[in-house]
């Protein structure tokens, strides 16, 4: 009898862990997500998936004390570099799977929106920098930070890692992994 074969979903860390995540966050906010990403991943567990999960590059470079950032402020070449170490074993592992593909499924890759290292389809940008006592126009740069359709830093450095490895997954948010398996 042919084995079914495993599915196997990379998350990002804050999935199982809410203690990477930045401290001072709207509580509201933050008890919601970690209620749908709980939802989720007990859904992929029951759906039978194998979860792989990614490391926090903001946890791991900047620690339990960092301030929010924009994309743009991790968008530097230590950063990237930085990623590119921190994804090199989840990429050796993911080449592993695709090379037995008569085994395994790589189903896909799933982040955190809005988050300037996590996001897949958006994260947020602004002109953020500097001391923050020094700066007359303090308000005016915390606002300055607006919505950007496009990947997080780390998931962007990810993308090009796998393409480069010639891997082949999607990204997805919570939302869309669920449409591909037609829940
Ligand atoms: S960097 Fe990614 S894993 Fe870490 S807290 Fe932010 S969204 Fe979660």
Not at 56 to 62: D, G, Q, R, S, T
Not at 86 to 91: G, K, N, V
Not at 175 to 183: A, D, H, R, V
């Amino acid at each position: 009898m042919e084995e079914m074969k495993r599915k196997i979903l990379v998350v990002s860390h804050c999935f199982f862990n809410d203690g990477t995540k930045l401290k001072y966050e709207n509580i509201e906010d933050a008890k919601k997500e970690r209620e749908q990403k709980r939802d989720f991943l007990r859904k992929m567990i029951d759906e039978g998936v194998e979860l792989i999960q990614l490391p926090c590059p903001e946890f791991l470079l900047y620690g339990a004390n960092r301030w929010g950032h924009a994309a743009s402020q991790f968008d530097t070449p230590f950063y990237k570099e930085a990623s590119k170490k921190l994804l090199e074993p989840i990429l050796l592992q993911l080449r592993e799977y695709q090379k037995n593909g008569d085994r395994f499924e790589l189903l896909g890759v799933v982040g955190i929106d809005g988050s300037p290292s996590c996001g897949i389809q958006f994260t947020y940008d602004g002109n953020w920098g500097g001391e923050f006592a020094g700066n007359p126009n303090l308000e005016q740069t915390l606002e300055s930070i607006e919505r950007i359709e496009k990947p997080g830093v780390f998931m962007e450095v990810f993308m090009n890692e796998l393409k480069n490895a010639n891997v082949k997954i999607d990204f997805h948010t919570m939302g869309s992994i669920y449409e591909t398996m037609g829940g």
